[in-house]
Nanobody, 119 residues
């Protein structure tokens, strides 16, 4: 059973930064970050291939968020800069064999970590 443990969420003012981490047990997977705000569907944020050589970003976070990974630690990071109130959501990391944009493409999910951006 693969376990994904997220950390790094919290409360930050608009314009601030946070870094989320997701530690995966077992082997290296393609990884993604999704988020879900109250009353909204879960949406894709970013993803990264197993090697780290390829990434995707949602248009809403391009230029502000950066995904990276440390395969020696099987950990993926999400650096979030210039945060906006609309970034407020529960952020979930996900793992699977592909790093696509759809949640159905991922097999394993973390428990989520809350990110709140105040205006």
């Amino acid at each position: 059973q693969v376990q994904l443990v997220e950390s790094g969420g919290g409360l930050v003012q608009a314009g601030g930064s946070l870094r989320l981490s997701c530690a995966a047990s077992g082997r290296t997977y393609a990884m993604g970050w999704f988020r879900q705000a109250p009353g909204k569907e879960r949406e894709f944020v970013t993803s990264i291939s197993r090697s780290g050589g390829s990434t995707y970003y949602a248009d809403s976070v391009k230029g502000r968020f950066t995904i990276s990974r440390d395969n020696a630690k099987t950990t993926v990071y999400l650096q979030m800069n210039s945060l906006k109130p609309e970034d407020t959501a529960v952020y979930y990391c996900a793992a699977g064999s592909r790093y696509g944009l759809g949640p159905d493409e991922y097999d394993y999910w973390g428990q989520g970590t809350q990110v709140t951006v105040s205006s």
